[in-house]
Nanobody
């Protein structure tokens, strides 16, 4: 059974950096798409960044130029390097992964809290 295991969240000061990791454990097939979404209290879940199996990345407008997504395809692991963090980046960050075949998968991690203090 595939499980998305996230790590790397925490408390950081304004302007600081954090790196999130998401590993798709239990999956022997590569995920076509992996990414991160975030949700702050009272807000809808929004796109942070996604990356395909061939390395094509897509970013939400609010993080362009500050966050970088990457992945290790062999390990089915995605990383989100976050720089120049702002208080408005404070949210629960959720890993997402998708694979249409073989063995279709479409799911979320449990979420990791990122808090940026001003």
């Amino acid at each position: 059974q595939v499980q998305l295991v996230e790590s790397g969240g925490g408390l950081v000061q304004f302007g600081g950096s954090l790196r999130l990791s998401c590993a798709a454990s239990g999956s022997i097939f590569s995920m076509v798409l992996m990414g991160w979404f975030r949700q702050a209290p009272g807000n809808q879940r929004e796109l942070v960044a996604t990356i395909t199996s061939n390395g094509a990345a897509n970013y939400g407008d609010s993080v362009k130029g500050r966050f970088t997504i990457s992945r290790d395809g062999a390990e089915n692991t995605a990383y989100l390097q976050m720089h120049s963090l702002k208080p408005e980046d404070t949210a629960v960050y959720y890993c997402y992964a998708y694979r249409p075949s073989p063995s279709p998968y479409n799911g979320w991690g449990q979420g990791t809290q990122v808090t940026v203090s001003s």
